[in-house]
């Protein structure tokens, strides 16, 4: 979600990074419909799907301290550009696989190069 020069990322109180709400495909699922769904599940708002921006692949060992430690991982990830209401209040429900709570922030597109996280 992107809105008046800001866009929408995720951070828990362990890891020292913003990242896209998110979530898993569930079997006979669309792409579509799943991050409408997890979306909701996050925010408590149902988003509407813009348009599929780009797909990011990535290899990687999980973190310490995660359900995925030590594990070699492959994800494939679909990123949707999500239309919605501005100004409508988000809610931060969403627990990480790992038990952690997540907020939900609004970050400055023209600043995200000089974040510390």
Not at 32 to 57: C, M, P, W
Not at 60 to 72: A, Y
Request: glycine share 8%.
């Amino acid at each position: 979600m992107i809105d008046n020069g800001k866009v929408l990322a995720v951070q828990n109180d362990r890891d020292r990074y913003y990242y896209p709400l998110s979530g898993a495909i569930q079997h006979g699922e669309s792409a579509e419909e799943a991050v409408i769904r997890e979306i909701f599940e996050e925010t408590g708002i149902e988003f509407e799907v813009d348009h599929l921006a780009f797909v990011h692949e990535n290899l990687f060992i999980g973190n310490t301290n995660s359900i995925l430690e030590g594990l070699r991982c492959h994800e494939v990830t679909f990123y949707f550009l999500m239309n919605w209401i501005p100004g409508t209040r988000l809610s931060d429900n969403s627990i990480t696989c790992g038990g952690l709570l997540e907020h939900s922030v609004w970050l400055e597109i023209s600043k995200l190069n000089k974040l510390d996280r």
